[in-house]
């Protein structure tokens, strides 16, 4: 941010540098999205919905991380950042994201709000299974009177950040090895994992995030690259065979391990 206020400085001719002075970042380390598999997302899942308070050290039937199961089932579908899903309403309120359960839209961020060109929020439609959960939620919490009812993940009548609690989850259901490598921010990646593994296109999963098709190719470069021209070449039955084994030695080699393999 330094660097960046003395270099708009400097344009506008409101800085002088008398030093040549190096404002250079070291480059970011290589991205690595950890995604979780179906059954860690419902391990999680069901660990949060069964959870209950314990008093003196005995359970009691409350539950305690309902709240946790709604946050990571949302993240999941909708690949949504964990801010915009804590702050989410069921109403339209000034300075929260607005889930319009009429429309089915997600209005992820705020109306007016700015958002850094990195970490955009736009609207999206809510997958239908999702929208019929999200109206189910609102309804049955209304009507009991449940305090919160109008936010997405509430908590003692407001709505709450789950950043400890989900902290606390992973650790209770997964190894310590693994539970290191999850955050909530792996929520998305496991949305956007499971979009690209399905064939879903580049340009559709980054509309759906909210990020850029580049971004999405970097990052997840190793689900692309079985899905190309590579790809249909190496799964071929006789691949090289168009070389002939006296001129092309490589492909009388592949040749016999296609004919082997077939």
């Known amino acids: 941010m330094l660097r960046a206020v003395i270099n708009f400085g400097a344009a506008e001719n409101r800085v002088r540098l008398l030093l040549a002075h190096n404002y250079a970042l070291p480059p970011k380390p290589e991205p690595r999205a950890f995604a979780l598999s179906l059954e860690e997302v419902i391990a999680l899942y069901k660990a949060a919905r069964r959870k ?4 003196k050290g005995m359970e009691t039937p409350h539950l305690v991380s ?3 199961a ?3 089932l949302v993240a999941v579908i909708t690949g949504t950042r964990s801010g915009r899903i804590s702050r989410a309403s069921f109403e339209l309120e000034p300075g929260r994201p607005w889930i319009d359960l009429e429309s089915g ?6 109306a007016k709000q700015l958002a850094p060109q990195n970490k955009r929020a736009d609207p999206i439609k809510i997958p239908d299974r999702l929208l019929r959960l999200m109206r189910r939620w609102y309804r049955d919490d209304k009507a009991a009177n449940v305090p919160g009812y109008q936010y997405l993940v509430h908590w003692a009548g407001r709505s709450v950040d789950c950043r400890k609690g989900f902290y606390t989850l992973k650790r209770k259901v997964f190894g310590k090895e ?3 490598q999850i955050n909530r921010h ?3 990646h496991t949305c956007v994992t499971w979009l690209l593994s399905e064939g879903t296109d580049i340009e559709d999963v980054a509309t759906y995030v909210s990020t850029s098709p580049d971004v999405i190719r970097k990052v997840y470069r190793h689900l692309l690259a079985g899905k ?8 071929k039955r006789r691949v090289g065979e168009r070389r002939t084994p006296e001129r092309h030695p490589a492909g009388r080699h592949l040749s016999r391990v296609s004919s082997k393999s077939s």
């Open 105 to 110: 839209i997600f209005y992820r961020r705020a």
């Open 52 to 55: 209950k308070h314990t008093f």
């Open 186 to 188: 792996t929520l998305k």
């Open 70 to 72: 709604r946050f990571i």
């Open 178 to 180: 693994r539970a290191a």
């Open 66 to 68: 309902k709240h946790i």
């Open 228 to 235: 190309g021209a590579v790809n249909e070449v190496f799964s």
